[in-house]
């Protein structure tokens, strides 16, 4: 169940990627001055290629589509249909002030929402993404990136559930080139959006869960958060 200080918002139509970079950092905002609630968004945009502080111009291979660069952590990404992207405005101020643990917990959250479809997904260390096979199978079937200013979370993550792989071609996505992406529909699983979204709401409860646990385990260390 959705905590009532957190708008869980579904949009079914794409939604263009500079109008929904404004009404995040809005959000933001307004969540950093107690004026609005919490938000996960769930969303898909348009073809767009995004860039983020540490994209280098070397690795935007063929700008077949709009190039924004934005203010998240990562290098370059693709951002398109049969792609599920999720925005999180969330507070960390109430959950740890630790951003590795929020990273962490993103990580797992994922890796839950795709096990309930028999996809084996899988963090790995010292590469950002969720990954999926091993030695020639292994891909990465999803992104992260995320800014946080006044300890509220922006950008997020996005889900490959059966994009145009061909897409990534324009750019090395998130700099790692000796790695390729993978879909859903790759791996043989048909994920409708509707049906990821009902997974991750599953799963989110126990994401903020792990987060408050270690808010509170800072606490008996006498962290102050």
């Given at each position: ?71 998240r ?11 599920r992207?999720?925005?999180?405005v ?29 996809i ?98 800072l ?7």
């Open positions: 169940m959705i905590p009532a200080d957190i708008e869980w918002r579904i949009s079914t139509e794409q939604v263009p990627y500079a109008e929904s970079l404004a009404a995040m950092e809005a959000r933001a905002v307004a969540v950093a001055a107690g004026d609005a609630r919490e938000l996960v968004w769930l969303l898909e945009h348009p073809p767009v290629y995004t860039g983020g502080t540490s994209a280098d111009a070397a690795e935007l291979i063929d700008p077949r589509f709009p190039v924004v660069q934005t203010g952590g990562g290098r370059y990404t693709y951002h398109g249909p049969g792609q992207v999720g925005y999180l969330l507070d960390l101020n109430r959950r740890g002030r630790d951003i590795r643990c929020f990273i962490h917990e993103l990580e797992n959250w994922l890796i839950a929402a795709l096990g309930a479809f028999g084996a997904a899988r963090a790995e260390s010292g590469r950002v993404g969720i990954w999926t096979g091993h030695g020639p199978d292994e891909a990465k079937i999803g992104a992260i990136g995320v800014r946080v200013k006044r300890w509220v979370t922006l950008h997020g993550f996005a889900i490959n559930l059966d994009p145009d792989l061909s897409h990534f071609g324009g750019i090395v996505p998130c700099g790692l080139a000796d790695y390729p992406v993978t879909s859903a529909a790759a791996l043989g699983k048909t994920i409708v959006p509707a049906t990821f979204d009902a997974a991750l709401e599953r799963h989110f409860p126990a994401f903020l869960a792990a987060l408050s646990a270690h808010e509170k385990r606490e008996q260390h006498g962290i102050s958060v």
